[in-house]
């Protein structure tokens, strides 16, 4: 039964990594929408300006009698015949040759800024469709997870009782390494440059017990994994990406024998991530149900390895 809730935590991972992806594309959409938006108004505005100046000059052409305006005018049933009549006529000044190019570039750009909002609209509606999909997926899991908690629930309440004590041991561990001098390193450069982040662990570590929270992303809320890296790097500065594959593509790569303090650690089909404190130990958000807490890499977590990253 163990074994049964541990894969659907791996399978649940790399739902709300996905969920987490949608809402990410999503709030550009909607971000490129307002400036889209933005300039759409402002094109029309120009559009506006440029056809009264347009319309005025005509007046004023009219009035002095030209005879191949009239014929314009008179044959012409919109305002682009009317452009189109007066630039084949080809008897205009250098003055209204740019009043016609003006309505003529704003007239384009309000057509294409019209067309980007209506496929940002279509792509808007796939994005909602495809995170509520994965929202119903992630909510329909964790009701299976649930059951099957609830038919053992005196094994798991032993099980953490005994995860309670086993964290209490590892901060403290922790915590002496992080009040411990570093020692001199004897060894041979590696082909990463050193980790300049080490300072994260000292962060990490007071979310220790914070609730995981699939979406989350702050300690008021609750973190998922990818959430939790994002927001203790934003504690020294440091702008990561939303999802744990992306994050995978930040910095460069170090192997498991190199890893220092700092460096991002990925499990599980980059499902899973969080932060390494040394000691072949990481701090992380693994799942529903659980919280901030410190694990191994060797033992659960090192079947499930894909790499690290180190930020620079």
Same mark, same amino acid.
């Given at each position: 039964?163990?074994?049964?809730?541990?894969?659907?935590?791996?399978?649940?991972?790399?739902? +709300?990594?996905?969920?987490?992806?949608?809402?990410?594309?999503?709030?550009?959409?909607?971000?490129?929408?307002?400036?889209?938006?933005?300039?759409?108004?402002?094109?029309?505005?120009?559009?506006?300006?440029?056809?009264?100046? =347009?319309?005025?000059?005509?007046?004023?052409?009219?009035?002095?009698?030209?005879?191949?305006?009239?014929?314009?005018?008179?044959?012409?049933?919109?305002?682009?015949?009317?452009?189109?009549?007066?630039?084949?006529?080809?008897?205009?000044?250098?003055?209204?040759?740019?009043?016609?190019?003006?309505?003529?570039?704003?007239?384009?750009?309000?057509?294409?800024?019209?067309?980007?909002?209506?496929?940002?609209?279509?792509?808007?509606?796939?994005?909602?469709?495809?995170?509520?999909?994965?929202?119903?997926?992630?909510?329909?899991?964790?009701?299976?997870?649930?059951?099957? =908690?609830?038919?053992?629930?005196?094994?798991?309440?032993?099980?953490?009782?005994?995860?309670?004590?086993?964290?209490?041991? =590892?901060?403290?561990?922790?915590?002496?390494?992080?009040?411990?001098?570093?020692?001199? &390193?004897?060894?041979?450069?590696?082909?990463?440059?050193?980790?300049?982040?080490?300072?994260?662990?000292?962060?990490?570590?007071?979310?220790?017990?914070?609730?995981?929270?699939?979406?989350? &992303?702050?300690?008021?809320?609750?973190?998922?994994?990818?959430?939790?890296?994002?927001?203790?790097?934003?504690?020294?500065? +440091?702008?990561?990406?939303? +999802?744990?594959?992306?994050?995978?593509?930040?910095?460069?790569?170090?192997?498991?024998?190199? =890893?220092?303090?700092?460096?991002?650690?990925?499990?599980?089909?980059?499902?899973?991530?969080?932060?390494?404190?040394?000691?072949?130990?990481?701090?992380?958000?693994?799942?529903?149900?659980?919280?901030?807490?410190?694990?191994?890499?060797?033992?659960?977590?090192?079947?499930?390895?894909?790499?690290?990253?180190?930020?620079?």
């Amino acid at each position: 039964m163990l074994a049964q809730i541990q894969a659907l935590d791996a399978d649940l991972e790399l739902v +709300v990594d996905s969920y987490n992806a949608a809402q990410v594309e999503l709030d550009k959409i909607v971000a490129a929408q307002r400036v889209n938006e933005r300039r759409l108004k402002i094109a029309r505005g120009n559009l506006a300006a440029a056809q009264g100046t =347009l319309e005025s000059r005509l007046v004023e052409l009219y009035k002095n009698g030209s005879p191949d305006l009239v014929e314009i005018l008179l044959g012409s049933s919109s305002l682009d015949e009317i452009l189109d009549g007066i630039e084949t006529a080809n008897r205009v000044s250098d003055q209204d040759t740019q009043i016609l190019r003006e309505v003529r570039r704003f007239q384009k750009e309000i057509k294409q800024r019209e067309a980007e909002l209506e496929r940002a609209r279509s792509r808007q509606e796939q994005v909602v469709a495809e995170r509520a999909a994965r929202r119903d997926e992630i909510e329909s899991s964790l009701a299976e997870r649930q059951r099957l =908690l609830d038919s053992i629930k005196d094994q798991i309440a032993k099980i953490q009782a005994e995860e309670r004590a086993r964290q209490r041991r =590892l901060e403290a561990q922790a915590r002496a390494r992080l009040a411990a001098p570093a020692p001199a &390193s004897s060894e041979a450069p590696t082909g990463a440059p050193p980790s300049q982040y080490g300072g994260v662990v000292g962060i990490a570590m007071q979310y220790l017990g914070t609730p995981y929270r699939w979406g989350g &992303s702050s300690p008021s809320t609750g973190f998922d994994c990818s959430g939790f890296v994002m927001y203790v790097f934003s504690r020294v500065g +440091v702008s990561l990406p939303r +999802v744990v594959s992306a994050q995978y593509t930040v910095g460069v790569p170090v192997s498991r024998s190199e =890893l220092q303090p700092g460096d991002i650690v990925f499990f599980n089909g980059l499902g899973h991530n969080g932060i390494y404190i040394g000691g072949n130990q990481f701090i992380h958000s693994p799942h529903t149900g659980d919280v901030v807490k410190i694990s191994s890499i060797t033992g659960y977590y090192s079947s499930g390895w894909v790499g690290a990253r180190r930020v620079l």
